[in-house]
């Protein structure tokens, strides 16, 4: 018979006058003096069971159950009463009269109860079996399941294979930080662990499979964060003789399957389509919210005359003037508007200066006497601001406006309650193919090494802070879901982004030969994208934390509360491996 002939969570009123066994945990025990009653979990939800006196050993044993004790019970599924029927439970129309009860497993005194609010993390974290027993916990991993489960089905159903790569990586250390893996086979040398499959795939495509897509385990070696961790997984894809077009659609219809599938919402498709340089200017942000308006305009023509020195002395000095309407903040005081200024500082910026359109068209603002009633009024109709609303403006070189009012127009949106409900995708595309550090005084490129100029950009040498990259990412309401490009596919191109970044040519042969050898060989115009399966599993879960929705995480710095690594290595450990600590921990 086995330990159960049915899930107690599955059973319904159709099932009334069978006889069942079921098993699980015991989830709440309600003792009313004659009847006991067992709420048991299982996989499938939860049964009430019902032990009555008259059941002699099965009613005694019921006497000393606690919260989480395995059980195997035995009875008759029974209709409940009108007046008892649950309609919280699915399985509230029945109840199972238990006449054998067995105890499989006892639980030790919880460290907390699955059904406390407000339990501190690291102690979940610690005690994640009994975590992962929680509603919300089980319901947050069945959404992933379904999520990946989705993913999978669509992408053979647009004849992708699912294939592998490689865990123990070759090191190439030019972006995040890397985990490095000794091995004892050859001591003093190391392994790295894939920041993400990126050149594998490119092989792959180069190698004639031209749909490949893998749900892929990459690591970072860098800080945690709510939305960011260093283990992680990805939808990976690659195609050849890719047109990102083609692929754009592909994505779009795959995310419209998932909500409908999973969330039962529609989303329309085609997706909207954004530069770069649109949503840096008009949101001050690669990742645009589209949830709510407040969209930032640029007033420096405006300005180029005035008298206010403020405003003029940034003008003058190749800055720009930029600002956001946004309704809602008529009352704040002016302890608000200081908290706002420090807001913007705190992000690099020198403040924030407002104006708010009162009734008849008066401007109130601390800055009104220094502007011209011209100017006044033109700002106003640049930044679309209608009576009510308030302006609010930074001066300041071109990227330091952009690092604040991006920040500032999603504080106040959720400050003010402008942010709306649903699902804003965005195709956001142009990105800049390198950046200039100055402190390094060296390019960086501003995705990765790999991907190839935009149209128009083929010679990103001549004007490298010009160059554009055919790169694209989704945001989905603020956030970046995915990103990828167009590939280098010729080798002569591949060779001058390694030029231009710095990267010598027998730095290049060091680390990306094996690339550089397969560019050469044939390979075709290609590309691809790739998904943080994490952050779309919380997004679709609707949870704050991508804790919520992987099983076993690591904690704030990398530590797992669970299984207390990172842990030392034993010396005869790293003497087998060829090395030496410079700084053993204490």
């Given at each position: 018979?086995?330990?159960?002939?049915?899930?107690?969570?599955?059973?319904?009123?159709?099932?009334?006058?069978?006889?069942?066994?079921?098993?699980?945990?015991?989830?709440?025990?309600?003792?009313?003096?004659?009847?006991?009653?067992?709420?048991?979990?299982?996989?499938?939800?939860?049964?009430?069971?019902?032990?009555?006196?008259?059941?002699?050993?099965?009613?005694?044993?019921?006497?000393?159950?606690?919260?989480?004790?395995?059980?195997?019970?035995?009875?008759?599924?029974?209709?409940?009463?009108?007046?008892?029927?649950?309609?919280?439970?699915?399985?509230?129309?029945?109840?199972?009269?238990?006449?054998?009860?067995?105890?499989?497993?006892?639980?030790?005194?919880?460290?907390?109860?699955?059904?406390?609010?407000?339990?501190?993390?690291?102690?979940?974290?610690?005690?994640?079996?009994?975590?992962?027993?929680?509603?919300?916990?089980?319901?947050?991993?069945?959404?992933?399941?379904?999520?990946?489960?989705?993913?999978?089905?669509?992408?053979?159903?647009?004849?992708?294979?699912?294939?592998?790569?490689?865990?123990?990586?070759?090191?190439?250390?030019?972006?995040?930080?890397?985990?490095?893996?000794?091995?004892?086979?050859?001591?003093?040398?190391?392994?790295?662990?894939?920041?993400?499959?990126?050149?594998?795939?490119?092989?792959?495509?180069?190698?004639?499979?031209?749909?490949?897509?893998?749900?892929?385990?990459?690591?970072?070696?860098?800080?945690?964060?709510?939305?960011?961790?260093?283990?992680?997984?990805?939808?990976?894809i690659e195609m050849a003789f890719l047109d990102p077009e083609e692929l754009f659609g592909?994505?779009?219809?795959?995310?419209?399957?998932?909500?409908?599938?999973?969330?039962?919402?529609?989303?329309?498709?085609?997706?909207?389509?954004?530069?770069?340089?649109?949503?840096?200017?008009?949101?001050?942000?690669?990742?645009?919210?589209?949830?709510?308006?407040?969209?930032?305009?640029?007033?420096?023509?405006?300005?180029?005359?005035?008298?206010?020195?403020?405003?003029?002395?940034?003008?003058?000095?190749?800055?720009?003037?930029?600002?956001?309407?946004?309704?809602?903040?008529?009352?704040?005081?002016?302890?608000?508007?200081?908290?706002?200024?420090?807001?913007?500082?705190?992000?690099?910026?020198?403040?924030?200066?407002?104006?708010?359109?009162?009734?008849?068209?008066?401007?109130?603002?601390?800055?009104?006497?220094?502007?011209?009633?011209?100017?006044?009024?033109?700002?106003?109709?640049?930044?679309?601001?209608?009576?009510?609303?308030?302006?609010?403006?930074?001066?300041?070189?071109?990227?330091?406006?952009?690092?604040?009012?991006?920040?500032?127009?999603?504080?106040?949106?959720?400050?003010?309650?402008?942010?709306?409900?649903?699902?804003?995708?965005?195709?956001?595309?142009?990105?800049?193919?390198?950046?200039?550090?100055?402190?390094?005084?060296?390019?960086?490129?501003?995705?990765?090494?790999?991907?190839?100029?935009?149209?128009?950009?083929?010679?990103?040498?001549?004007?490298?802070?010009?160059?554009?990259?055919?790169?694209?990412?989704?945001?989905?309401?603020?956030?970046?879901?995915?990103?990828?490009?167009?590939?280098?596919?010729?080798?002569?191109?591949?060779?001058?982004?390694?030029?231009?970044?710095?990267?010598?040519?027998?730095?290049?042969?060091?680390?990306?030969?094996?690339?550089?050898?397969?560019?050469?060989?044939?390979?075709?115009?290609?590309?691809?994208?790739?998904?943080?399966?994490?952050?779309?599993?919380?997004?679709?879960?609707?949870?704050?934390?991508?804790?919520?929705?992987?099983?076993?995480?690591?904690?704030?710095?990398?530590?797992?509360?669970?299984?207390?690594?990172?842990?030392?290595?034993?010396?005869?450990?790293?003497?087998?491996?060829?090395?030496?600590?410079?700084?053993?921990?204490?």
């Amino acid at each position: 018979m086995g330990f159960r002939t049915r899930l107690g969570g599955e059973l319904r009123a159709a099932d009334a006058g069978t006889r069942v066994t079921v098993a699980g945990w015991v989830a709440r025990r309600r003792d009313h003096g004659g009847l006991v009653f067992v709420d048991l979990r299982d996989r499938a939800g939860i049964v009430q069971l019902v032990l009555d006196p008259d059941q002699g050993q099965a009613h005694a044993a019921a006497h000393d159950l606690r919260n989480e004790y395995v059980v195997q019970a035995e009875g008759v599924v029974t209709p409940r009463s009108a007046e008892t029927v649950n309609p919280k439970l699915p399985t509230g129309e029945v109840e199972i009269r238990v006449d054998r009860l067995e105890v499989l497993s006892a639980a030790s005194v919880l460290p907390f109860q699955l059904d406390e609010e407000n339990v501190d993390e690291t102690l979940r974290l610690h005690h994640r079996y009994l975590d992962l027993r929680r509603d919300a916990m089980r319901h947050n991993l069945w959404t992933r399941f379904r999520l990946t489960q989705i993913i999978r089905r669509h992408m053979e159903d647009n004849e992708f294979w699912e294939l592998e790569t490689p865990i123990l990586y070759k090191s190439t250390p030019e972006g995040a930080k890397e985990f490095l893996v000794p091995t004892s086979s050859r001591p003093g040398q190391f392994y790295a662990l894939p920041q993400s499959p990126q050149t594998f795939k490119q092989l792959y495509a180069i190698a004639g499979y031209e749909r490949y897509y893998q749900i892929a385990r990459c690591f970072r070696d860098e800080a945690t964060r709510a939305d960011r961790t260093q283990e992680f997984t990805q939808l990976d894809i690659e195609m050849a003789f890719l047109d990102p077009e083609e692929l754009f659609g592909l994505m779009e219809t795959l995310f419209v399957r998932v909500w409908r599938e999973l969330l039962g919402a529609e989303v329309a498709a085609p997706f909207r389509r954004m530069t770069w340089d649109e949503a840096t200017l008009r949101y001050g942000s690669d990742k645009p919210d589209l949830r709510f308006g407040a969209e930032i305009s640029d007033v420096t023509d405006l300005l180029a005359g005035t008298e206010f020195k403020t405003f003029r002395g940034v003008v003058d000095g190749g800055g720009v003037v930029r600002g956001l309407a946004v309704p809602g903040a008529m009352e704040f005081s002016r302890r608000d508007f200081d908290d706002l200024v420090e807001f913007a500082k705190g992000w690099g910026g020198k403040g924030v200066a407002w104006l708010q359109l009162q009734a008849g068209g008066e401007i109130r603002s601390p800055i009104a006497k220094f502007l011209s009633p011209d100017e006044l009024a033109a700002i106003v109709e640049r930044c679309g601001a209608a009576e009510g609303d308030t302006i609010f403006l930074v001066a300041d070189a071109e990227e330091a406006a952009v690092r604040v009012l991006g920040p500032l127009r999603l504080h106040l949106g959720e400050r003010l309650g402008l942010v709306s409900d649903g699902w804003q995708f965005v195709w956001v595309t142009g990105f800049p193919m390198f950046e200039w550090l100055p402190d390094e005084g060296r390019w960086k490129a501003s995705h990765n090494p790999f991907s190839a100029p935009a149209p128009g950009s083929e010679r990103f040498w001549e004007d490298p802070a010009a160059a554009r990259s055919h790169q694209y990412d989704l945001v989905l309401n603020g956030n970046e879901v995915g990103g990828g490009s167009i590939r280098n596919h010729r080798p002569e191109t591949q060779s001058k982004v390694f030029e231009l970044l710095g990267i010598s040519a027998e730095r290049a042969e060091q680390n990306f030969s094996f690339l550089l050898r397969a560019l050469a060989m044939g390979a075709p115009p290609h590309g691809g994208i790739a998904f943080g399966l994490d952050r779309l599993a919380m997004l679709v879960a609707g949870v704050d934390s991508l804790r919520e929705v992987i099983a076993f995480p690591k904690a704030q710095g990398g530590v797992d509360p669970l299984t207390g690594s990172p842990s030392p290595a034993t010396p005869a450990a790293l003497a087998e491996m060829g090395l030496r600590l410079a700084n053993p921990p204490a």
